[in-house]
């Protein structure tokens, strides 16, 4: 769908077209991140599933710097026409290859499952049942919804995490560079990418700080959620007060760097559910962030009544009230005991 709604963009001669061909594109990569997180969670062991998650988010936001700069470049040098098209079809093979290789779960190229080999390593034998249960969509929403502090916290975390950064990096970061410290575009453009290169360099981090060395979803969770928070208290302290862009770089690197590791999130939601519906309770959580991107940036809009330095000062210190809000959650949360199954 992805790479249809890429080519469908690249020869549209209509406005029409053109939105139709972006919602196919949007619908199409609507589907892929939720189902990577599950053929990880099928593939790989549990100290492992944050460190590779980790990984599958820094080459998004590689991907995600790609569609700025380089992107704009190739745009100039063939139409941006031609380099829909030209992705179109790269997505186009990357499906292709996707339905040829992978495979949900080890069991469907005749393979024991991780918890078959673990047990194995254990000496402790996988009960068939734990193997083969299948549960229905509407209970495992149930299931997920209805988990209490399970879920809520990690939840509330996410909406106000995810939407802080939102309103930060996609809103209201670069009219503020442009507005009071007087940056054009180029120079403040240049100054955000440090958010995504600290992404790039934080989430794997994380993963593998939560993986091999804390061994721990929630303690690697409150560390990050307790420094970004710092962060946006630096950031609203010192609006107006400085005019630096090595200054800015090293606040934004920051900023992304510790938002990266929002990833260990859901292996600390993978593993507080049973296995056969891991990918209903991360997309469950996945709604949240998403969520709070939406409510935080309609939210913070009506607080910016004119571009003057007050304003923005006001929505810093909005999203800074939101993150302690966050930490709390991130403190409140659940994270399952080692050695419980």
């Known amino acids: 769908m992805a790479a249809a709604g890429a080519i469908l963009t ?33 593939w790989y062991r549990k100290n492992e599933f944050a460190s590779l998650s980790g990984i599958l988010l820094a080459v998004g936001n590689i991907g995600a710097l790609s569609a700025a700069g380089p992107l ?49 390593e254990l ?8 193997m083969m249960e299948k549960i229905p969509m509407g209970k495992a929403l149930k299931m997920t919804f209805g988990a209490g502090m399970k879920f809520w916290p990690l939840a509330i975390w996410f909406f106000f995490m995810y939407g802080n950064i939102m309103v930060y990096q996609g809103l209201w970061a670069g009219p503020f560079f442009h507005d009071i410290l007087g940056w054009d575009k180029a120079t403040y453009g240049l100054v955000l990418t440090f ?30 959620t307790v420094v970004y928070t710092i962060t946006w208290a630096i950031i609203w302290m010192t609006a107006g007060q400085i005019n630096s862009h090595e200054a800015y770089m090293a606040i934004n690197f920051m900023f992304g760097f510790f938002g990266g590791f929002l990833v260990v999130s859901f292996a600390q939601i993978k593993e507080l559910f049973p296995i056969t519906i891991v990918g209903t309770s991360i997309a469950a959580l996945n709604i949240f962030p998403f969520a709070g991107g939406a409510i935080l940036q309609q939210a913070s809009g009506p607080m910016l009544t004119t571009r003057s330095l007050q304003s923005y000062k006001g929505i810093w210190l909005f999203m800074l009230i939101c993150m302690v809000i966050a930490t709390v959650a991130a403190f409140l949360s659940k994270e399952k005991e080692p050695g419980i199954d």
Not at 35 to 41: E, F, R, T, V, Y
Not at 123 to 130: H, L, R, T, Y
Not at 201 to 212: M, N
Request: charged residues 15%; contains cysteine; hydrophobic residues 55%.
């Open 195 to 224: 958010i995504g290169i600290g992404m790039i360099i934080g989430c794997p981090t994380a993963g593998y700080i939560s993986d091999k060395i804390l061994k721990s979803r929630k303690k690697v969770l409150i560390i990050g």
């Open 10 to 42: 690249g020869m549209a001669s209509t406005f029409e077209l053109v939105i139709a061909g972006r919602l196919l594109i949007g619908v199409g990569v609507a589907m892929v991140y939720i189902p990577l997180l599950k053929i990880l969670a099928a």
């Open 72 to 120: 704009a470049l190739m745009c100039v040098a063939l139409g941006w026409q031609q380099v829909f098209i030209m992705l179109g079809v790269i997505t186009l093979v990357l499906a292709a290859l996707a339905w040829m290789i992978t495979r949900d779960r080890p069991s469907d190229m005749n393979l024991p499952s991780i918890q078959e080999i673990e047990a194995l």
């Open 123 to 130: 000496g402790k034998p996988v009960p068939e049942a734990q």
